[in-house]
């Protein structure tokens, strides 16, 4: 079997660049993810209900942006890193521990979240100066996403 041309009218060098910083928001979105489900079932407190819902709104959208951010790696030629060693490796968001109070959940996934927006704009000024468009509006949405869900958190705990 013959392997296609790729020609999406960026250089492979280009495809590669981009590839490798999106591969890096995939890892994180995909940790923030992880987190974010798991101190949804195991927020408790008083305020259980809120924070249980907020969770859910936010894993929800992280997880098809997950399949968003995979498929754009895939049209650039490569592969999307699939394993957990693989996505370990790559993300700076470190696991969550169910043993937090609900406040130290949020503010933890706060941080995340600016983590997780520093990675996007490092990706987005790879793909804008590669003019890679495409990787461009999918990151500027992703962006939008982590600015919001931290700029939630941040206000539920009390903050601006």
């Known amino acids: 079997m013959t392997a296609a041309t790729i020609d999406t009218g960026l250089t492979r060098a280009e495809r590669t660049h981009v590839t490798g910083e999106l591969s890096k928001v995939l890892a994180d979105s995909f940790a923030i993810y992880l987190k974010t489900h798991g101190y ?7 305020e259980f209900f809120t924070y249980h ?3 859910e709104q936010q894993y929800r959208d992280i997880w098809t942006a997950l399949d968003e951010i995979a498929e754009r790696i895939r049209a650039l030629g490569e592969f999307a890193p699939q394993s957990h ?3 370990g490796n790559l993300t700076s968001i470190r696991d969550g521990d169910s043993e937090k109070d609900a406040s130290a959940m949020l503010k933890e ?3 995340d979240h ?3 927006i520093a990675t996007c704009r490092t990706a987005l000024t790879a793909a804008d100066d590669d003019g890679d468009d495409v990787s461009v509006d999918l990151l500027t949405r992703r962006l939008a996403a982590h ?3 931290a700029w939630m958190l941040r206000s539920t705990l009390g903050g601006r």
């Open 85 to 87: 060693s693989a996505l």
């Open 53 to 55: 819902t907020l969770l």
């Open 147 to 149: 600015e919001k869900f």
């Open 114 to 116: 600016e983590t997780v």
């Open 40 to 46: 949804h079932w195991n927020v408790r407190g008083p």
């Open 109 to 111: 996934l706060m941080t």
